[in-house]
C-alpha cells in the first residue's frame, strides 16, 4: 500500500475553516484517497473519500491536486466537536476487496473556542 | 440498528489466560475486520472476514485466533495473553460493495498484566 505522510498536528479557531494537508507522492492510478477521523475514546468514523476529482459531503470537502500527490481536507466551519486525529488513507481500488484499512498516525486537530 | 457492537468495554487479564472479544453488527454487512490501537499510534489490522466462513490475516495476527460462523459475528480469541497484547481493540465492518465507508464500534480496551 502506498504510504501518505501528514502533519503530526494542526490548530484551529472555532467556526473557521480548517485544511488538512495529506502528501501521496507515491499514489498510483488506482489508488483511491480515504480521510477517516477518530475522536477522542471513540472508534474512527468515515468522513470522505474520493479517486480524481473534488468532493464534497455533509461533512467535509477533499480536494485533490492535479497530479494526485497530494489531497487536502477542507473543514468548513470548525466546531469543537471536529476536534480529533484526521486519518488519510490510500487505499488500491483493482485489488480484491477486503475492506482492509492501513491506518498511519494521523494529524491531531485541536478546535479552540 | 444497533451499529457494531463490542463487549467487554473493559478487561483486565493475567499473562498466559485467554478470552474472547466479541464483535456483532446488524447490517448485514459481508466484510468484518479486527484492529489493534496502541497508545499514541495509528490502529493496525489484525484479522478480517470477507464473508461467513471465510477469514485471513492482516498485518498483525500472531497471538490472536478469529472464525466467522456467521455473518453477524467476528468474535476475537486471544489464546494466551501477553502485556504486549495490552492495547484498545476496534471492531468494523463495511458493505461488500461500499467498503469505503467502514464502521466501528466503541472498542474494547484490553489490559494484560
Known amino acids: 500500500d502506498a504510504k501518505t505522510t501528514q502533519p503530526n498536528s494542526m490548530e484551529s479557531n472555532e467556526e473557521e475553516p480548517v485544511h488538512l494537508p495529506c502528501n501521496h507522492s507515491t499514489i498510483s492510478g488506482t489508488d483511491y484517497i480515504h480521510w477517516y477521523r477518530q475522536l477522542p475514546s471513540q472508534g474512527p468514523e468515515y468522513v470522505i473519500h474520493g479517486l480524481t476529482s473534488n468532493v464534497n459531503n455533509r461533512m467535509a470537502s477533499l480536494a485533490i491536486a492535479e497530479d494526485r500527490k497530494s489531497s487536502t481536507l477542507i473543514l468548513h466551519r470548525a466546531t469543537l466537536r471536529d476536534a480529533a486525529v484526521y486519518y488519510c488513507i490510500l487505499r488500491d481500488g483493482s485489488s480484491s476487496n477486503t475492506g482492509k484499512l492501513i491506518f498511519g498516525q494521523g494529524t491531531t486537530l485541536q478546535v479552540k473556542p | 440498528n444497533a451499529g457494531v457492537t463490542q463487549t467487554p468495554k473493559f478487561q483486565v487479564l493475567k499473562t498466559g489466560q485467554s478470552m474472547t472479544l466479541q464483535c456483532a453488527q446488524d447490517?448485514?454487512?459481508?466484510?468484518m475486520s479486527w484492529y489493534r490501537q496502541d497508545p499514541g499510534m495509528g490502529l493496525r489490522l489484525i484479522h478480517y472476514s470477507v464473508g461467513a466462513g471465510i477469514t485471513d490475516q492482516g498485518e498483525v495476527p500472531n497471538g490472536y485466533n478469529v472464525s466467522r460462523s456467521t455473518t453477524e459475528d467476528f468474535p476475537l480469541r486471544l489464546l494466551s495473553a501477553a502485556p504486549s497484547q495490552t492495547s484498545v481493540y476496534f471492531c468494523a465492518s463495511s458493505y461488500r460493495d461500499r467498503n469505503y465507508e467502514q464502521y466501528f464500534g466503541p472498542g474494547t480496551r484490553l489490559t494484560v498484566t
Open positions: 447490517m448485514n454487512h459481508e466484510y
